[in-house]
């Protein structure tokens, strides 16, 4: 954590608050959080003076772009970012402070302190860690069935590992990576080049309603993901699959079980995804998968339920 849409839902609601302001000055109490430049006293100054004007996302990291600078900064396991009045008591915690001449501070909270920022002149981020190899980007146009089957159709390794892979796409996490493959009734241990034609396309049109669908809810407060405001994600309430071990298939009945897939976590229904990981086609991408689908997506129809994207208005 946080995935995809938790980023995503960061990214809109950072854009609403800090686009447009002007930074003063900037606090750093954690040097080892900046990884470029190795200067904390550099980084500091030459983020001073520099107006904010988009932020942008690829892949799990966000992008801070401001006039003739982006910061690119990657939140780990619990970083967060809030917006406060320079009068406000300073949490513990915070290792970055972006103080703004309007009197209000951006702040960089991290429990756990993994959490890292790179600043680059516009452009040069793409060539350089932790951007340069990064793979599809699931919610661009760019992100085709084709590009999608040329990513990872070839892979001899679990489907479950090439999708965490965020050199073939980027974004997935072990929480939409579950969700996706219960979706399209594919087995997580099934191997990637075995995967029919079917299971891919199923699988290509799982990604896309699963993350959307996570985005429109503010992504999954699963343990500590709060937005830029501080506020909790929804789609934790729509899971389907992970985190229900034991508990009854919500399409077949049958008791959903955990195992570990590359050294993940990974929950799955044994009927809806059944394994054929000898085989050169995927039993769950003709019967299982589409049954998933339908039974999915009905539910879904029937509710007409909305919930935004956690951004208060």
Partial sequence: MPELPEVETVRRTLTGLIVGKTIQSVTVSLPRIIQRPDDIRRFEMELAGHRILDVGRRGKFLRIIMDGLVLVSHLRMEGRYGLYRS????????????????????????????????LFLPGEEFNHKPLAKLGLEPLDEGFTKEAFRGAIAKRTSKIKPVLLNQE?????????????????????????????????????????????????????????YVNGQGEMGMFQHSLRIYGRQGEPCLN??????????????????????????????????????????????????????????????
Avoid: W
Avoid at 172 to 192: K, M, S, T
Avoid at 258 to 272: A, E, F, I, L, Q
């Fill in 252 to 313: 077949c009945g049958q008791p959903v079980e955990k195992t570990v897939v590359g050294g993940r976590g990974t929950h799955y229904c044994p009927n809806c995804q059944p394994s054929d990981r000898k085989g050169s086609s995927v039993k769950a991408g003709h019967g299982g998968g589409n049954a998933v689908k339908k039974r999915f997506d009905n539910v879904h129809a029937s509710s007409g339920r909305s919930t935004g994207n956690g951004v208060k208005s």
């Fill in 168 to 224: 073939y796409v980027v974004g997935l996490g072990n929480i939409y990576v579950d969700e996706a493959l219960f979706r399209a009734g594919i087995h997580p241990e099934q191997p990637a080049n075995t995967l029919s034609d079917t299971a891919l396309e199923s699988l290509y049109e799982a990604i896309l309603a699963t993350l959307n669908e996570a985005v429109n809810a503010g992504g999954s407060s699963i343990k500590s």
């Fill in 87 to 118: 009068e406000e008591p300073v949490e513990k915690h915070t290792h970055v402070i972006f103080h703004f001449t309007d009197g209000t501070e951006l702040r960089y909270k991290d429990v756990r302190q993994f959490g890292t920022m790179h």
